[in-house]
């Protein structure tokens, strides 16, 4: 079966400060991965989206970027993060239509 | 835009109250609706995929229903295990302004079943 694996599963960080955000699917082959923001009070929103690997597209114009270096490896980064980056991050995998979600990242930045 | 709307924003029952949550949407086509469960600090759980109208699918306790223009998720005799936030989403047909992969969720609805 497949699972999909978030970390850190929490961060604290300070303003101006670089973000690495690692997640890693397993039991599945070139899966479609998918970067999510759940910030309180609103829905989820879609970051970023991988259909292969080196194959990026962007949701939404941030401060943040995404990679994916292997197949199943998908990465959210920063070069200095803000205060409004705060939230819940989800990463997610589809083979067809349905996208399951990882245990996500509770990002805060002081 | 596609768009999503869920009401309401948080139910309390009583332990086996049935009732319904609603999940309204405008996308200029549908290729599918899902629902998901998400409990406090987890990431959301996957219930069903319904994709299209007059569609029904049922796990346990839930049953979800498909019109033209919302879906139900219809909780019978519920359990405060079923406590959590149920989430609803959209995805639109490729070619018809969105993305093929992007899913456009609703804020939720916070169940809450009192024992």
């Known amino acids: 079966s497949q699972t999909i694996h978030q970390w850190p599963a929490t961060l604290v960080q300070p303003v101006g400060s670089p973000l690495s955000l690692e997640c890693t699917v397993e039991g599945t082959s070139n899966p479609n991965l998918y970067w999510y923001r759940q910030a309180a009070g609103r829905g989820l929103q879609l970051l970023f989206y991988s259909v292969g690997i080196g194959q990026i597209s962007s949701e939404v114009p941030q401060n943040l970027s995404a990679s994916r270096p292997q197949d199943r490896q998908f990465i959210l980064s920063s070069k200095k993060l803000l205060l409004s980056d705060s939230g819940f991050y989800l990463c997610?995998?589809?083979?067809?239509?349905?996208?399951?979600f990882g245990p996500g990242t509770r990002l805060t930045v002081l | 835009e596609d768009q999503v709307t869920q009401s309401p924003e948080a139910l309390r029952l009583q332990e086996g109250e049935s009732s319904s949550l609603n999940c309204s949407y405008t996308v200029s086509g549908l290729r599918g609706l899902f629902w998901y469960r998400q409990d406090p600090g987890k990431g959301p759980e996957f219930l069903f995929t319904l994709y299209s109208a007059g569609e029904e699918k049922e796990k346990e306790r839930l049953k979800a229903t498909l019109t033209k223009k919302e879906s139900f998720l219809h909780i019978t005799a519920p359990k405060p295990e079923d406590s959590a936030t149920y989430l609803c989403?959209?995805?639109?047909?490729?070619?018809?302004?969105?993305?093929?992969?992007?899913?456009?969720f609703g804020k939720g609805t916070l169940l809450t079943v009192n024992p």
């Open positions: 989403a959209v995805q639109a047909v490729a070619g018809s302004g969105g993305s093929n992969y992007k899913l456009t």
């Open positions: 997610a995998w589809s083979a067809l239509d349905t996208q399951y």
